[in-house]
């Protein structure tokens, strides 16, 4: 269909496609129902990337990564909310333990926009130390609402409890002191290690005609070059667990909350579907 793009499998109406050049992976599945689309950017890096002394750096990175890139800062009054949002685009972005995700969901005929901003921020995202300073205190009021959130702390601990070695152990919000003195230079270097290509899936999903969103797609994302290392896997394995493990967390407050957890296999594992009957 694209000369630039090899069509990898098709499943679920989904299309998976990998550019011939930078890696980059593609999942594209149309439904015309409503003349919209959501566009995602989705980075194979989450808080078990983080080593200790940086916990919270992929989420601290999340936010700085709208305050600005080569083509879209508010310097030039295209701020990435506001040149979205003058659209009516709704956007955000997640960050979990395995990944990071940046997604719009706007009008078709804006698609163009999203795709300009994503591929831009992908290599030439600022990350400025004033930024840092001031998206730090956001991410802080994050990290004292959920300590303020009894499940919230009890499911920390839980976390906590479960996984010893493997980095599970850590929340994705990360420990305050980490949040509050991790370095510019330390989020760059998590940047340019991890925000590559050949690291990041592209999922659009709406209104539109494959054979013309992959030709986008190679104009805007095709000149980005794959990752001249080779991306860090994270190796640590969990021990066996020799037995049950329980935490009692002691806080203010008259009302008792009990959790329990059980480790399952991962979400690819035939057992996965049973289980979530």
């Given at each position: 269909m694209n000369k630039m793009f090899n069509q990898v499998k098709k499943s679920g109406g989904i299309t998976e496609y990998q550019h011939k050049k930078n890696a980059l992976t593609v999942l594209l599945l149309e439904n015309h129902n409503a003349p919209v689309i959501t566009f995602m950017v989705t980075y194979r890096v989450g808080s078990r990337n983080e080593a200790i002394g940086h916990t919270g750096s992929t989420h601290l990175l999340e936010h700085l990564m709208f305050k600005g890139s080569e083509q879209f800062n508010k310097?030039?009054?295209?701020a990435i909310w506001n040149v979205l949002q003058d659209v009516g685009a709704m956007i955000n972005a997640t960050t979990w333990f395995d990944r990071t995700n940046y997604f719009e969901l706007l009008p078709k005929e804006h698609l163009l926009q999203a795709v300009k901003i994503e591929a831009d921020r992908m290599r030439s995202a600022f990350i400025r130390d004033e930024d840092r300073k001031s998206e730090m205190t956001v991410v802080r009021n994050e990290f004292e609402r959920g300590e303020n959130d009894p499940w919230e702390g009890l499911d920390k601990n839980i976390w906590a409890t479960a996984y010893q070695a493997h980095p599970y152990h850590h929340s994705t919000i990360g420990w305050r002191s980490d949040i509050e003195n991790v370095s510019t230079e330390r989020l760059k270097d998590f940047y340019n290690t991890f925000y590559w290509p050949n690291n990041a899936t592209v999922t659009v999903?709406?209104?539109?005609d494959k054979a013309s969103i992959l030709i986008l797609l190679d104009q805007k994302f095709g000149s980005i070059s794959k990752s001249p290392h080779t991306i860090p896997e994270m190796y640590t394995t969990e021990p066996v667990?020799?037995?049950?493990?329980?935490i009692i967390v002691k806080r203010a407050g008259e009302?008792?909350?009990?959790?329990?957890a059980h480790k399952i296999p991962e979400g690819?594992?035939?057992d996965i579907y049973a289980l979530q009957i």
């Open positions: 310097e030039s009054g295209t999903i709406g209104d539109f667990q020799e037995g049950p493990r329980r009302m008792p909350i009990i959790g329990i690819r594992n035939k």
